[in-house]
């Protein structure tokens, strides 16, 4: 058998639905798309929300270059989400490939060592952002033309101007391709936790909320989107005055979105012919799981006392092992940290 080396088993879990198809969690589509609220909040220190953002980037996003076609179809039609039906038509008819999708990873902003630093990183990760769409003809939006031109280049813009562009984004995206947007925004807190050491986080604070809230404020007047999928590490009251709902993945109806059950374990066992191995990985990963750092539940509040905010951090681990027959093969459910089970098969691997 060949052999991943560390990042190809770090990173598999983050290819196409095609490359991981027999452990993808499709089930969370129909979730998300009947579920009530605008804004569908995930939120926990577990692993498995940026894999199944992905999941949901390649099921809504359009073909660009041919509206008519889905590139992505293929990749769900042997999946569960394709034998889910709404008024006689099947889901992937209905919602596969329907939308454009602007997806943004707030884990990749970084936070400078000034205020007016940390501002021009950011104008360099919308840049970053509007460049995703450089092939987007732009020519029909008219006035809008060179704002949206400003925001490529990001010299002539300032903080007023950076808090409306994410916003002005999909309101001119869903103008120009004449479908509505779904936002996915993952790691929405890591620029907050990141900044908590600073002795501008108030200021930055405010900054960043305020982008947030003109995102959904100017939905309210221009409708550009359809729905808003969202994760983060905290819980945060930031979406409270939206049309949004918190779940934490340890919500019993979410836990098996972003854990490896033992049944699915065994499957993957099985696949990388390691089946000899399941008592070997069980003890890495019980040793992996009681090294993780455990915090007690914590506030973190904005100390600006017209801006407070409320964030509760839990640590509490997807799975209690103390509690759980540890035999994988148990006709228990058991639910396994993604994370730790890539770490516990790349040591196996490695042997």
Not at 47 to 63: A, C, D, H, I, Q
Not at 102 to 116: A, K, L, P, S
Not at 178 to 205: C, G, H, M, Q, T
Not at 269 to 282: A, G, I, R, V
Request: hydrophobic share 30%; net charge neutral.
């Amino acid at each position: 058998m060949k052999r991943q080396n560390d990042e190809e088993v770090h990173n598999s879990s983050a290819e196409s639905p095609e490359k991981k198809r027999k452990l993808t969690k499709d089930e969370l589509i129909k979730k998300f798309i009947d579920d009530c609220s605008k804004i569908f909040c995930i939120t926990g220190p577990s692993s498995g929300k940026t894999v199944n953002l992905y999941m949901m980037r390649y099921f809504f996003e359009m073909n660009y270059e041919n509206e008519n076609v889905s590139k992505n179809r293929e990749f769900f039609e042997e999946l569960n989400i394709a034998k889910e039906f709404k008024g006689g038509e099947s889901y992937i008819d209905l919602y596969q490939g329907k939308y454009s999708v602007v997806y943004i990873d707030f884990n990749t902003f970084q936070i400078g060592n000034y205020f007016n630093d940390t501002i021009k990183k950011f104008k360099r990760f919308i840049r970053d952002l509007y460049e995703c769409y450089k092939d987007v003809d732009i020519t029909n939006l008219k006035d809008d033309k060179k704002i949206w031109e400003s925001f490529q280049e990001c010299n002539d813009v300032d903080e007023e101007d950076l808090i409306v562009s994410i916003g002005f984004l999909c309101n001119n995206l869903k103008n120009l391709l004449k479908r509505k947007i779904v936002l996915l925004i993952d790691n929405y807190d890591s620029p907050i936790l990141n900044a908590l050491n600073k002795d501008f986080y108030d200021e930055f604070y405010t900054f960043y909320i305020n982008v947030f809230k003109k995102i959904f404020e100017n939905n309210y007047k221009y409708a550009y989107l359809f729905k808003t999928f969202i994760t983060g590490k905290i819980n945060i009251k930031l979406f409270s005055n939206f049309d949004s709902r918190n779940y934490s993945i340890f919500n019993n109806k979410y836990i098996e979105y972003y854990s490896i059950t033992n049944f699915e374990l065994r499957k993957l066992l099985d696949k990388l012919k390691l089946k000899n191995k399941s008592e070997l990985f069980e003890k890495y990963y019980n040793n992996i799981e009681s090294t993780l750092l455990s915090l007690n539940s914590t506030d973190i509040n904005n100390t600006n006392k017209t801006n407070k905010i409320n964030i509760l951090i839990s640590s509490t681990l997807s799975n209690n092992n103390k509690d759980i027959n540890n035999d994988y093969d148990s006709n228990k459910v058991k639910y396994y940290d993604i994370s730790c089970v890539c770490d516990c098969i790349k040591k196996i691997l490695s042997e």
